[in-house]
């Protein structure tokens, strides 16, 4: 049978046994083949006697005095123990659940203040700068054409463009409306989409 720690069960049924045990002090004589141990119990309780050669009653004796004082003993740390491991799991549990959860609303609404609080500070005659695109460069355009997070990024920095074209804008707009629906092949297609000029000299070509 394979090892495996002691069910809650069994180690009441050892809390038991021991509880069971006779209790008494042992008493050994010697004999010819056989040595008589007796275990002297309290007034009003019989007498154990135990029959047996030297070294296997002194051995079995022994294991009934050391399993009543000591078996509770075990039995008390193991629980200890199992009751130490499970605390720690359940901080640890309680640990990786905090990394992994979604802000709170109190954290949200934290995070809203602070935005709301910078925006107020903004004065109205702030240069036009504050509001520029990001660099975008070959690095950026590469991942646009297949991450759509860097993809709607790099639109909306071409539709930020001092000079930018009304195309710029209607394709930004296209792709927010799809994403925000999780139409993602019409996300794709509003990236692609063209001018009416660009279309109708693609066909003559």
């Known amino acids: 049978m394979a090892q495996r720690p002691p069910t809650h069960s069994e180690l009441q049924d050892l ?16 004999g010819g083949g056989l040595d008589h141990f007796t275990l002297r119990r ?81 004065d109205e005659d702030a240069p036009l700068a504050l509001a520029a695109p990001f660099h975008v460069g070959p690095k950026e355009m590469k991942a646009a054409q297949t991450d759509a997070l860097a993809a709607l990024s790099v639109q909306v920095a071409r539709a ?15 792709m927010a409306f799809a994403a925000t629906r999780g139409q993602m092949d019409d996300f794709w297609a509003a990236r692609k989409m063209r001018s009416a000029g660009k279309k109708a000299a693609a066909k003559k070509k």
């Not at 045990?21 to 008493?27: H, K, T, V």
Request: hydrophobic share 45%; net charge negative.
């Open 15 to 30: 809390e038991s046994r021991a509880e069971a045990a006779p209790s008494g002090s042992w008493r050994r004589q010697e």
């Open 42 to 122: 309290g007034q009003g309780e019989s007498d154990v006697h135990l029959y047996a050669p030297a070294d296997v009653g002194e051995a079995v004796t022994r294991l009934l005095e050391a399993a009543r004082a000591d078996l509770p003993r075990l039995v008390a740390e193991v629980r200890r123990l199992r009751e130490e491991v499970d605390a720690l799991q359940g901080e640890r549990s309680a640990a990786s659940a905090a990394k992994t959860a979604p802000a709170t609303a109190a954290g949200r609404a934290a995070t809203g203040s602070r935005l709301t609080a910078a925006s107020m500070e903004i």
């Open 160 to 174: 930020l463009l001092p000079d930018a074209k009304e195309i710029e804008r209607a394709r930004l707009i296209a």
